[in-house]
């Protein structure tokens, strides 16, 4: 795997177009909290749950701009 590529949002997104890229995501949410996530590991965790997504099926993607869904932030307070 090659180094890891940071982006910076201004919500959480998990993309197809993104996936695969080893793509760390550094996200400000309008609420003001900061996270980082790996998204292809975020992705592959609930890569079910993505792809059954209405949003993911038509337009590619799922974003939150409040914040990281609860199962995302559980998941990620785990590590």
């Known amino acids: 795997m090659g180094k890891s590529n940071k982006v910076s949002k201004k919500r959480f997104i998990i993309a197809k177009s993104m996936i695969g890229q080893g793509l760390k995501v550094e996200v400000e949410t309008r609420t003001g909290n ?3 996530y790996d998204h292809d590991q975020i992705y592959n965790l ?3 749950k993505f792809d059954n997504m209405p949003c993911f099926e038509k337009y590619g993607n799922y974003t ?3 914040n990281l869904p609860k199962f995302v932030r559980e998941a990620l307070s785990k590590k």
């Open 64 to 66: 939150n701009s409040d």
């Open 34 to 36: 900061t996270f980082v």
């Open 46 to 48: 609930f890569k079910e």
